[in-house]
């Protein structure tokens, strides 16, 4: 059997098998958490606008995995009545089961939306996405869902599911797509390298992406180069994910704080407004797995700073980025690591972004920061506040402070994200080159 990678990967991989709907009146629908990742690539591929679908099953008490309904958005409300009559279920059961799951899935509305109305589904395909299939019962309930929502079409997506998988579903969606059916077939999880638990903030990140548009085609109508590559730096190799839009103009290279990795969504975004103004961007992760246990390491300033050297360097004998002014963003403590190394004499930096950084971490290599710098910080993150406006006075070069009101440290509040992201894309436009 061949793994994926991780969610990305089999996003991506689902996405060529589901290249016969371009074109067509699709709505992809992540089921929440880990679906998302998944149904984002397949939007982004297809071009189609990207939505939760937000279903509870109904389980049958004491046997939850038997389910005798759902629920969904907009009060929708699917009874199995055979499933009722055979477990002697009264209304009061069923009531008390629904309660429960309606406030979960008031909960999750909440989160996932906000503001946000469902996408319509009334005479659209419906491609219903999850990262696998296990019991089958949630995606079942989903499938169930989409058509009482009105979907013309319900079909069914996932990298991974038992053999059975299509006659499961023969009933509740009229296409079953399933890219790997191992056996055995024990979890979802066995079929990913990394299968990391998705967060309410990553999915919420990831909607909020899709709403603000894919990155664009470039004049020859085809999407940016998009690829993992690995980097030597120093004893080892690190993983990254290079981007190349037409006709770059700069290439950006990202350091992540700590806790994160190439796969942060927040910078993933950042990254796509700045593809879609012609900037190449590298997302990097600067440890290894095996480095990243040492939690000394993820504060090891000056052996990330030496990783963004080497990176840098790479990108200079690469063809696609050889002759691209380069720029810096760094978040936390990666923006300590990036000013760093902007400092340092092998390389050139044409700027340099931080977001909710931590410059205090660059020490006195702070005096040696020539590249434009442009620091970002959130209004609620007083202490963060305080080290930058240091940071700022120490640095000698250009070096511009801008507070984005009401946002934290991880800039989680609405719109937030957006102005930072706008703020790091002009600043970097003006300093590495406007299309």
């Known amino acids: 059997m061949k793994l994926f990678n991780d969610r990305i990967d089999a996003g991506r991989q689902l996405a060529h098998r589901l290249e016969f709907l371009h074109g067509l009146d699709v709505v992809v629908l992540g089921l929440p958490r880990g679906g998302v990742p998944v149904a984002f690539e397949v939007a982004r591929a297809l071009r189609a606008p990207l939505d939760v679908l937000l279903v509870r099953k109904l389980g049958v008490p004491l046997h939850s995995e038997l389910a005798f309904g759902a629920i969904g958005d907009s009060g929708v409300r699917v ?23 309606r406030a979960e899935l008031q909960r999750r509305a909440k989160r996932f939306r906000a503001d946000h109305v469902p996408i319509a589904l009334q005479g659209r395909i419906a491609v219903i996405v999850d990262d696998g299939v296990a019991t089958g019962a949630t995606a079942q309930a989903a499938c169930q869902v989409a058509r ?4 013309s079409k319900v079909i ?9 998988t299509a006659q499961r579903f023969a009933g509740y969606a009229d296409e079953v797509v399933c890219l790997e059916t191992p056996v055995p077939y024990f979890a979802v999880g066995q079929g990913y390298r990394d299968f990391a638990q998705t967060s309410d903030d990553e999915v919420v990140a990831l909607l909020d992406r899709a709403r603000a548009g894919f990155p664009a085609v470039d004049a020859q109508g085809d999407p940016p180069r998009d690829e993992e590559v690995r980097v030597a730096a120093g004893p080892v190799s690190v993983a990254g994910r290079l ?3 037409g006709q770059p103009t700069g290439v950006v290279v990202f ?6 990795s190439r796969h942060s969504p927040r910078n993933i975004y950042v990254a796509e407004v700045l593809n879609n103004v012609g900037l190449a961007t590298l997302l990097l992760d600067l440890l290894t797995p095996d480095e990243e246990r040492n939690r000394a390491n993820v504060f090891d300033i000056s052996l990330l700073a030496r ?8 990108l200079g004998g690469q063809p696609n980025t050889a002759a691209l002014p380069v720029g810096f963003f760094g978040a936390s403590t990666g923006a300590g690591a990036a000013l760093v190394a902007s400092a340092h004499p092998g390389v050139k ?19 040696q920061v020539h590249a434009p710098t442009l620091l970002i910080v959130g209004g609620r993150d007083q202490m963060v506040l305080e ?6 006075a120490a640095i000698p070069g250009v070096c511009e402070l801008t507070v984005v009101p009401g946002a934290t440290h991880l800039f989680e509040e609405p719109g937030t994200l957006e102005q930072a992201a706008t703020l790091a894309r002009n600043w970097f436009l003006a300093h590495l080159g406007d299309p």
């Not at 009482?148 to 979907?151: L, N, T, V």
């Open 79 to 101: 009874i199995n009545k055979d499933v009722v009559r055979e477990a002697g279920l009264s209304e009061k059961d069923m009531a008390a089961v629904e309660t429960t799951q």
């Open 148 to 151: 009482a929502h009105g979907a």
């Open 156 to 164: 069914l997506a996932v990298p991974i599911g038992a053999t059975d």
């Open 243 to 245: 981007t190349i839009p």
């Open 255 to 260: 350091a992540h704080g700590s806790g994160s």
């Open 307 to 314: 990783r963004l050297v080497d990176v840098t360097s790479w």
């Open 349 to 367: 930096v044409a700027a340099v972004v931080s977001r909710g950084g931590r410059p205090d971490l660059a020490g006195d290599a702070l005096r």
């Open 387 to 392: 080290l930058n406006r240091q940071a700022q």
